[in-house]
Nanobody, 125 residues
Framework: QVQLVETGGGLVQAGGSLRLSCGPSGRTFSNYAMGWFRQAPGKEREFVAAINWSASNTYYADSVKGRFTISRDYAKITLYLEMKSLTPEDTAVYYC??????????????????WGQGTQVTVSS
């Protein structure tokens, strides 16, 4: 069964940094667009960042623009989310996702076919 596995979450102080990783298990997603979403308690899942299949284009939510960087490593078949200047408002479960044509409607969860199980990011004040 195809899975995406996120790692790298944890507890960090406000102003700190974390790097999330997402790797596939069972197949490669080299020709898929990929994205990061997050969900805080009591809130809907929200878009964070997306990258197209060739890594030539990226897109960010306004709330993370300038602080987060999405990238992908084809050799390691891994998606990354570098997060800097974290604030308590960034506290959430972070999910990676993949979709063959997802970049067209990249901010919508329904555009993605495969999801990871999520990794918790907690930012303390």
């Amino acid at each position: 069964q195809v899975q995406l596995v996120e790692t790298g979450g944890g507890l960090v102080q406000a102003g700190g940094s974390l790097r999330l990783s997402c790797g596939p298990s069972g197949r490669t997603f080299s020709n898929y667009a990929m994205g990061w979403f997050r969900q805080a308690p009591g809130k809907e899942r929200e878009f964070v960042a997306a990258i197209n299949w060739s890594a030539s284009n990226t897109y960010y939510a306004d709330s993370v623009k300038g602080r987060f960087t999405i990238s992908r490593d084809y050799a390691k078949i891994t998606l990354y989310l570098e997060m800097k200047s974290l604030t308590p408002e960034d506290t959430a479960v972070y999910y990676c996702a993949a979709g063959r044509t997802a970049y067209r409607t990249r901010t919508y969860p329904g555009a993605y076919e495969y999801w990871g199980q999520g990794t918790q990011v907690t930012v303390s004040s």
